[in-house]
């Protein structure tokens, strides 16, 4: 016991140490909150400093050119057919180049998927794992990012058209690959690069942003990349340029309003949810046993839609922002019309 | 706060008292914001008079703030220096005012401004703007017109 809380003492010692050995190393010395209000973005689902969806130019954190400054963020969104929580980090350098953290967690609950699961747990004596459960099916993607600034400011350059330019990429890990491949996807974990032009206008209040995102991504991912015909069969994952916008209207100093678009790919348009490779016509016979019709068409994706919302965002001061937004995120893998509400939080140094 | 910081920053004072008191010509022109300034703008500030009372107001939230009072204290006559402002606000808010001062680059060659000082004082001017009951809008109109002076102030 006595040793125990000797050897406590001494882990704390050597924290406090390295705790001072960092401050006055000057790390901490770099630390700077100078930014303008909400000028840095806030936390999108990707990490990275932006919207909610769709990233900005302006680097993450309330630094300058001068210092270093960051945050963590939670999002929370509630659709009919899901529930998404993200969390993650982002800290920004100089104002130039920023590395970002996200974990999404993604709960299903599909009426049609379930059925699949129901089905999976009936094959399972086949040695098929369709990466479903009954009644909880959940996604679960790493997104690791970076950003850097190229040229221009955002902020202060009204007489001038040139916008604020960055380039970023992002590494998308999706760890539910059995998932992935029942739901037709070629791959579980890529990359996506994006350049950003970003630019307030004083004038209206309001700040614009362009993004071009070069990707083969399924629902930013949550459902993979690429598609394939049959189970890891006629697989394809060719990336193509996407475009996304965001318009931010202030109110006020502190507090926003606006619309973010974002276009989506068509890779799993109208696929049918590769059921193991199992020969349909045997899974039909089994389905008509069980008296469960139309299956074909419930297990059919629809058409994947573009991303709208609009969102509401407050920072009451520079440590925390809340953005709450209505989503209309349209058609999702075998979900149709997904609306619901979405809660977010940037918490900043 | 540094030393060096504040020989140059007293420097920098003297300097831009000299250039301030020696043209009689306007030696800083109106910007040109792309989108243009709201031709209501000054009215909304309420005339030259209320531009003067926001130039107050600004003065007084700078002088509140640690961060960047001790700048403008050593700069040295601050009734000169809400005088000056006063012309340069409503000229570049299209009022018909010469301004007397030095070039904003002349001014503040030597002060070594940063990025967060100046975004500091851009606080203070939403501050004044709000306890003047001016307009967020209005107040934007006066960002507009101010912010391509950015890179001649904050040299750091």
Redesign the interface.
Known sequence: MHNMMRRATRVCTGAALLATALSSTGAWASYDDGKVFLTGGVFTVDGAGGGGAVPWATITGYETRDGINGGVGFTYANLPALQLTVIGAAIGFFDRLELSYAQHDLSLNLSNLDTVALVGALTEDLGVDLGTDPWNSTLKMDVYGAKLRLFGDAVYTSDSWIPQVAIGGLWKENSSEDLLHTLGAAESEDWEAYAAFTKVFFRYSTLVNLVARYTSANQIGLVGFGSCDGLEEGCSNDKEVRFEASVAHLVAKNTAIGFEYQQHGDNLDGRSINVGGLNLTGLTELLDTLSVDGLSNALQQKKESDWWDIFFAYAPNKKISFVVAYLMLGNISVAPDQNGFYFSTHLTF | MKPGKSVTGALGAAMLIGAALAPAHASEQR????????SAALAKFGGAQGVHNWVESLFYYIMLDNRINWIFKEFGNVERQIALNTQLEQMVLGGNVEYQGASMAAAHADLNI????F??V??AA?NACERNNIS??AC??L???L??F?DDIVT?
């Open positions: 910007t040109k914001p792309i989108l243009g300034i709201d940063t990025m967060a000082q975004n500091a851009v606080e939403y967020y809008y934007n109109q960002i507009n017109a912010a391509p950015t750091h």
